[in-house]
């Protein structure tokens, strides 16, 4: 669930998914970012051994993809672990 909504359309359905990865964000206050600036990794060590915040690549908790209303993909971020 994120803010408040399921993106899940039934419980047994597994399309959306919390996953480690590493994000590229212009601005920390983002809450979901196109699936383009998302490298999905194995877990929170090989998340953080990739993250540069100087470079404004980030260490997070996301879950995705979901598709926006215009089409887009996107993964909410859960949580930025190196901000």
Excluded: C, T, W
Aim: no cysteine; glycine share 4%; net charge positive.
């Amino acid at each position: 669930m994120v803010n408040g909504y399921s993106l899940d359309p039934h419980p047994k359905a597994n399309f959306a998914k919390e996953q480690f990865a590493v994000v590229h964000i212009p601005r920390l206050k983002r809450d979901r970012v196109p699936s383009s600036s998302v490298e999905i990794v194995d877990n929170l060590e090989g998340a953080l051994s990739k993250s540069d915040p100087s470079k404004k690549l980030y260490a997070a908790k996301v879950v995705g993809p979901a598709r926006s209303s215009e089409g887009v993909s996107l993964y909410y971020i859960v949580q930025l672990y190196n901000s």
